[in-house]
């Protein structure tokens, strides 16, 4: 089955500094990856996603890259703020399958 | 987003007793639903897998017999935790598919607390 694995586990930044998420995985037939946020006591809320037909996805401060090759993808959080802070989840699948969660990231912006 | 409702929102229980959770896919047909446990500090992980009308498929060391999962109808999926006990307590989500698509959307959780 696949595996993703995420790093770092914490992350702290300065408000308006940018942030660095990356998650790897292991299998080659997934072609679908989300970034989840989740802030404490609530579901996750997807933030933005990429599909393996393109390799960079932006939505205003996130942005996502996608590596085929190395199978790698990584969120950019850029101009942080204090409401950005949360739990953060990678995750890959291939249609009608279930989703393979990164371990997530627990993002912290200090005012 | 798709309209995703899950009941109750939290629940403490004395250990030993049942629980069951209802989810309810509220704009689309959920052909699969998949079951995810969360605890504090953790990623999700998958319990189990239904599909509308047949019997779940449960990940390695979860017991079929305690997560009781039932996808009756293309809207509803209930998961019982049968003789709950204080390990149980966790953060259950459901999360509703419709046939291949690779868009999936959660719950809003389940707190379960088992005294």
Redesign the interface.
């Known amino acids: 089955g696949e595996n993703v694995e995420q790093h770092p586990s914490t992350l702290s930044v300065q408000e308006g500094d940018s942030a660095v998420i990356k998650c790897t995985y292991s299998d080659s037939a997934s ?2 990856f ?1 970034w989840y946020k989740q802030e404490l ?4 809320q ?1 933030i933005i ?1 990429i ?1 393996s037909n393109v390799g960079e996805k932006k939505d205003q401060r996130i942005a996502v890259t996608l590596n085929k090759t190395a199978k790698h993808f990584s969120l950019h959080i850029t101009e942080t703020q204090p409401e950005d802070s949360a739990v953060y ?1 990678c995750a890959a ?4 399958n ?2 393979y ?4 990231t ?1 993002l912290t912006v200090i005012p | 987003g798709a309209v995703v409702s899950q009941h109750p929102s939290w629940v403490i229980c004395k250990s030993g007793t049942s629980v069951k959770i209802e989810c309810r896919s509220l704009d689309f047909q959920a052909t699969t639903m998949f079951w995810y446990r969360q605890f504090p500090k953790q990623s999700l992980m998958l319990m189990a897998t239904s599909n509308e009308g047949s019997k779940a498929t449960y990940e390695q060391g979860v017991e079929k017999d305690k997560f009781l999962i039932n996808h009756a109808s293309l809207t509803l999926s209930t998961l019982t935790v049968t003789s709950a006990h204080p390990e149980d307590s966790s953060f259950y989500i459901c999360s509703p598919i419709w046939g291949q698509s690779d868009e999936q959307y959660f719950g809003p959780g389940t707190r379960l607390t088992v005294t």
């Open positions: 072609n679908y989300p006591g609530k579901r996750p997807l996603d599909r989840f699948s291939h249609p009608g279930q989703f969660f990164g371990t997530g627990s």
